[in-house]
C-alpha cells in the first residue's frame, strides 16, 4: 500500500471521526477492507475524517484514508505497514493524536470527537482497545470493554446467553494443556468443529468427521489461542441477525434476518468463502425464508444476547434453525465484518437503513457518551 500525502485540517462544523482498523489480529486485512467501506460512506459535509491505521505490530500511523487503497484487490488482502503514513500517538490527557513527524517533529493533531475502532479479533474487538479509549475519555462506537471481551471469548458468550434462557448447542472447553475425554467425544459425537474460543472471521476452525484429525485440529486452533472450543455439528440453516442500540434510550432493535448458504466445493462457511470468493461461494436469502414464529424467536434471541452481554452501539448475531425449527444461537460478533458482502450492513440496507445511514446513525450514537 502507497500513501499518498496525509494532511489533516480542522473543519469547524463538522464531526471529527477518527476510523481505526488494521490491527495485530489475523483479521488485520479484513478490517482495512472494512475500513476502506467505512470511509467510502461517510459524508465529507457532515465528517471530517482521521483515518489512523495499526501495523500487525501495534505501530499507529496516520495514513490517507484512500478507500481504493483499502480494497481486496487480485485476492490480496491490504494491510498497513510503517510505510502506510506518518507515526502518531493517542495522548492520555484529552482527546487528541500526537503526530511524530520526522521533518517537523511532534505536532498535535486536534481533538477527535468520537473514535470507530473498525477493528476485528484480539487487540480490538476484545475490550483492549476499548478499555484504552475509556481511560483517554474518549467516545467510540460499539461494545465496552466487558461487552466486548465476554462476545469475543465464545465460552463466556455461550455461558451468558444460556444463563439468560437463549439455547445454545453441546460444546467443550479445552483450556491449555487439556485434551478431549473419551466422555466428551460420546458426548458430542461426529463431526465436531474445534476453533479458537476467542477469533473471528473463521481463522483456526476445522470441520473434524474423524477423531483421529482431532489433535491436528486442535493444533490449528491454538496456533491463534491457548483456549479451544470442540462443538457439535449442529444440522441447520446459518441465519444472521443484525442489531443496533435503540435511539434516545429505546430498546434495542432487530435487522431482518440472512440466511447464508455455502456452495460449491466449500464444506463450510470459512474465511475463503466469506471473503475471497464470497460472490461465488455463497448465496444469501435477505430476508430469510423463515415461518414468522421462527423469525420472530431468532430476532428475540438476537435481543436478548444483545442486552446479556450488555451490547452497545451494534452486534451480529449468528444462529442455527434446524430442520425440525429449532433455534440455537452459535456467536455474537460486536465489530461485525462492514465490508461490500458483509451481512451486517446488508441485512439493514435490506429493513430500510443504507449504509451511509447506518454509520451515521452508529457515529450519533457514539457521541451520546458525551
Same mark, same amino acid.
Given at each position: 500500500?502507497?500513501?499518498?500525502?496525509?494532511?489533516?485540517?480542522?473543519?469547524?462544523? $463538522?464531526? %471529527?471521526?477518527?476510523?481505526?482498523?488494521?490491527?495485530?489480529?489475523?483479521?488485520?486485512?479484513?478490517?482495512?477492507?472494512?475500513?476502506?467501506?467505512?470511509?467510502?460512506?461517510?459524508? #465529507?459535509?457532515?465528517?471530517?475524517?482521521?483515518?489512523?491505521?495499526?501495523?500487525?505490530?501495534?505501530?499507529?500511523?496516520?495514513?490517507?484514508?484512500?478507500?481504493?487503497?483499502?480494497?481486496?484487490?487480485? %485476492? !490480496?488482502? #491490504?494491510?498497513?505497514? +510503517?510505510?502506510?503514513?506518518?507515526?502518531?500517538?493517542?495522548? =492520555?490527557?484529552?482527546?487528541? /493524536?500526537?503526530?511524530?513527524?520526522?521533518?517537523?517533529?511532534?505536532?498535535?493533531?486536534?481533538?477527535?470527537?468520537?473514535?470507530? #475502532?473498525? &477493528?476485528?479479533?484480539?487487540?480490538?474487538?476484545?475490550?483492549?482497545?476499548?478499555?484504552?479509549?475509556?481511560?483517554?475519555?474518549?467516545?467510540?462506537?460499539?461494545?465496552?470493554?466487558?461487552?466486548?471481551?465476554?462476545?469475543?471469548?465464545?465460552?463466556?458468550?455461550? $455461558? /451468558?446467553? +444460556?444463563?439468560?434462557?437463549?439455547?445454545?448447542?453441546?460444546?467443550?472447553?479445552?483450556?491449555?494443556?487439556?485434551?478431549?475425554? *473419551?466422555?466428551?467425544?460420546?458426548?458430542?459425537?461426529?463431526?465436531?468443529?474445534? $476453533?479458537?474460543?476467542?477469533?473471528?472471521?473463521?481463522?483456526?476452525?476445522?470441520?473434524?468427521?474423524?477423531?483421529?484429525?482431532?489433535?491436528?485440529?486442535?493444533?490449528? =486452533?491454538?496456533?491463534?489461542?491457548?483456549?479451544?472450543?470442540?462443538?457439535?455439528?449442529?444440522?441447520? %440453516?446459518?441465519?444472521?441477525?443484525?442489531?443496533?442500540?435503540?435511539?434516545?434510550?429505546?430498546? @434495542?432493535?432487530?435487522?431482518?434476518?440472512?440466511?447464508?448458504?455455502?456452495?460449491?466445493?466449500?464444506?463450510?462457511?470459512?474465511?475463503?468463502? $466469506?471473503?475471497?470468493?464470497?460472490?461465488?461461494?455463497?448465496?444469501?436469502?435477505?430476508? =430469510?425464508? &423463515?415461518?414468522?414464529?421462527?423469525? %420472530?424467536?431468532?430476532?428475540?434471541?438476537?435481543?436478548?444476547?444483545?442486552?446479556?452481554?450488555?451490547?452497545?452501539?451494534?452486534?451480529?448475531?449468528?444462529?442455527?434453525?434446524? @430442520? *425440525?425449527?429449532?433455534?440455537?444461537?452459535?456467536?455474537?460478533?460486536?465489530?461485525?465484518?462492514?465490508?461490500?458482502?458483509?451481512?451486517?450492513? !446488508?441485512?439493514?440496507?435490506?429493513?430500510?437503513?443504507?449504509?451511509?445511514?447506518?454509520?451515521?446513525?452508529?457515529? !450519533?450514537? +457514539?457521541?451520546?457518551?458525551?
Amino acid at each position: 500500500m502507497r500513501p499518498g500525502k496525509v494532511t489533516a485540517v480542522t473543519t469547524p462544523g $463538522k464531526t %471529527r471521526v477518527a476510523i481505526v482498523f488494521g490491527g495485530r489480529s489475523p483479521e488485520h486485512g479484513i478490517s482495512c477492507v472494512s475500513a476502506g467501506s467505512v470511509l467510502g460512506a461517510l459524508d #465529507p459535509d457532515e465528517f471530517e475524517v482521521v483515518p489512523v491505521g495499526i501495523t500487525r505490530t501495534g505501530q499507529w500511523v496516520l495514513t490517507d484514508g484512500d478507500p481504493e487503497r483499502l480494497a481486496i484487490e487480485a %485476492r !490480496r488482502l #491490504p494491510e498497513i505497514t +510503517a510505510e502506510s503514513g506518518t507515526d502518531i500517538v493517542l495522548r =492520555a490527557d484529552g482527546n487528541g /493524536l500526537l503526530v511524530l513527524d520526522p521533518t517537523e517533529g511532534p505536532r498535535a493533531l486536534a481533538d477527535v470527537d468520537v473514535v470507530f #475502532p473498525v &477493528l476485528h479479533g484480539a487487540y480490538g474487538e476484545d475490550g483492549t482497545i476499548q478499555g484504552m479509549l475509556e481511560m483517554a475519555g474518549i467516545p467510540y462506537v460499539g461494545a465496552k470493554v466487558f461487552a466486548s471481551a465476554a462476545a469475543m471469548d465464545k465460552e463466556f458468550t455461550k $455461558k /451468558l446467553c +444460556a444463563a439468560d434462557g437463549i439455547p445454545v448447542g453441546p460444546y467443550a472447553v479445552l483450556r491449555s494443556g487439556m485434551a478431549l475425554s *473419551e466422555a466428551e467425544k460420546q458426548r458430542l459425537g461426529l463431526p465436531v468443529f474445534v $476453533k479458537p474460543s476467542r477469533a473471528g472471521s473463521s481463522f483456526g476452525i476445522t470441520k473434524v468427521n474423524d477423531w483421529a484429525d482431532l489433535e491436528t485440529a486442535i493444533a490449528t =486452533a491454538r496456533e491463534i489461542d491457548s483456549k479451544v472450543l470442540v462443538e457439535a455439528a449442529i444440522v441447520g %440453516r446459518e441465519i444472521e441477525c443484525g442489531v443496533l442500540e435503540g435511539e434516545a434510550g429505546g430498546m @434495542p432493535e432487530a435487522s431482518v434476518l440472512a440466511e447464508v448458504r455455502v456452495v460449491g466445493d466449500y464444506d463450510f462457511y470459512d474465511f475463503e468463502a $466469506k471473503y475471497i470468493d464470497a460472490e461465488s461461494a455463497c448465496e444469501y436469502d435477505i430476508p =430469510a425464508d &423463515l415461518p414468522q414464529q421462527v423469525t %420472530r424467536q431468532v430476532r428475540e434471541y438476537a435481543v436478548r444476547a444483545f442486552t446479556a452481554l450488555d451490547c452497545a452501539g451494534l452486534a451480529r448475531a449468528d444462529f442455527f434453525v434446524t @430442520p *425440525e425449527l429449532d433455534v440455537y444461537l452459535n456467536e455474537i460478533n460486536t465489530m461485525p465484518g462492514f465490508t461490500p458482502t458483509s451481512m451486517f450492513p !446488508r441485512m439493514w440496507a435490506a429493513s430500510g437503513l443504507e449504509y451511509p445511514k447506518l454509520v451515521d446513525r452508529l457515529i !450519533r450514537t +457514539a457521541l451520546t457518551q458525551r
